[in-house]
């Protein structure tokens, strides 16, 4: 099982980015994707998921300007960011069928990536 996370950089407020994260070595299209973020000295928070259904759900930290997405032929999940803001800095992991929020997000973890960093300012 391997994920790779890519897309993260530096960005202005107001910013956009896209982040990937293409697996393998599991059904993709029958897993539910997770995208998790750490902040500087904060706990690993659930940003956004996708089901396999279809099914989405965002953190009310940001809705309205995250959208997840899945491209089941290229077994890759997209988060792209808009509106980006300062106090969306953070380390974003994506991890498979992972619903419960970790203390610290680890990219150690089977089934998560090791992580990209966005940082706003």
């Known amino acids: 099982v391997q994920l790779v996370e890519s897309g993260g950089g530096s960005v202005q407020a107001g910013g956009s980015l896209r982040l990937s994260c293409t697996v393998s070595g599991f059904s993709f299209s029958d897993t539910d994707m997770y995208w998790y973020r750490q902040p500087p000295g904060n706990k690993c928070e659930l940003v956004s998921n996708i089901r396999s259904d279809g099914r989405t759900y965002y953190s009310e930290s940001v809705k309205g300007r995250f959208t997840i997405t899945q491209d089941n032929a290229k077994s890759t999940v997209y988060l792209q960011m808009n509106s980006l803001k300062p106090e969306d800095t953070a380390k974003y992991y994506c991890?498979?069928?992972?619903?419960?929020?970790?203390?610290?997000?680890?990219?150690?973890?089977?089934?998560w990536g090791q992580g990209t960093q966005v940082t706003v300012s």
């Open positions: 991890a498979a069928d992972a619903p419960h929020v970790p203390l610290y997000c680890d990219g150690n973890v089977p089934g």
